[in-house]
């Protein structure tokens, strides 16, 4: 058996600039056939605009992302995401799971590592697809893989390059659909989860981690300053870029309550559908089944 790391890089069907490019080509042609307003954080754009403006984004913010992840959530991004992992529990049996906006790997990175500690001698291996939008996420993760060089059984990875609203996956492709932090930067939230219930196999679970929403009234003016005040000069300090992190702190603002996501992934067909808030509902975990 090949080393995993060798493995992935034999896995791609298509180069990878291809799919950049036909994932640029998807968003284009759905974007001006109706052009409508829409938002990037605060300000109003067109659709057509916006993935040029969220693509920008995160170009401009690869490199740091991780760090800067460390530095505006004190760390605790790792706990949330690893709380994540725990609600999936996912058996390793011949899984397959798409981690869609997974650029550098965060998520792939802990399923693969949850993997190694299954000892079951008859345990299939698993396949994980790391599939984004921005091919210089996608670079970082897999940069952070090749350094992680981790123990495998078997078990493969691939990087793909492609749109949440248009996957290039057949249906019910994929045993687990995984999104953090990623669903509240595409224009369409609804085609992504009716994407996802798509590709996803009967019986397959959809979860996703993403900054939510504080009712406390106290703690969501805290977080508010927080928000405003310390993350933007915290990106300008740490990364040299002010405009991205604010763009991110806005597009939070702009994220559908719990409530009303949990109604967009019931819309979409998923059942048994609940959330469950961390740390006050500065983020929410959000689940659901495809039946």
Request: with cysteine.
């Amino acid at each position: 058996m090949l080393p995993l790391r060798r493995t992935s890089l034999l896995i791609h069907r298509l180069p990878l600039a291809r799919f950049s490019s036909n994932a640029r080509e998807n968003v284009t042609q759905s974007a001006t056939q109706h052009d409508s307003d829409t938002h990037f954080g605060f300000q109003t754009v067109k659709e057509s605009d916006k993935w040029k403006k969220v693509h920008k984004v995160f170009e401009e913010v690869a490199a740091s992302y991780d760090l800067m992840n460390d530095a505006m959530s004190m760390g605790i991004h790792r706990v949330w995401k690893d709380i994540f992992m725990e609600r999936l529990s996912p058996v390793g049996n011949g899984i397959r799971l798409l981690d869609m906006a997974g650029g550098t790997g965060d998520i792939a990175f802990r399923y693969m590592k949850y993997l190694q500690k299954q000892t079951a001698p008859d345990r299939k291996p698993s396949h994980v697809t790391v599939c984004d939008i921005n091919q210089n996420m996608l670079d970082v993760g897999q940069q952070r893989w090749e350094k992680l060089n981790l123990p495998t059984a078997g078990d493969t990875i691939e990087w793909v390059c492609a749109d949440a609203e248009k996957l290039p996956f057949e249906d019910s492709s994929f045993s687990v659909y995984t999104i953090a932090f990623g669903i509240r930067n595409c224009t369409h939230i609804d085609r992504v989860i009716s994407e996802a219930h798509r590709v996803l196999k009967p019986g397959g679970r959809f979860m996703c981690l993403e900054f939510s929403h504080v009712n406390n009234e106290y703690l969501k003016w805290v977080y508010d300053q927080y928000s405003f005040q310390v993350i933007p000069p915290m990106g300008q300090i740490l990364a040299n870029q002010w405009q991205p992190y604010q763009y991110l702190v806005e597009s939070i603002r702009k994220f559908p309550q719990q409530n009303e996501f949990k109604a967009m992934i019931q819309n979409a067909g998923f059942k048994c559908v609940e959330y469950e808030n961390l740390t006050f509902g500065v983020v929410a975990i959000h689940s659901g089944f495809k039946l």
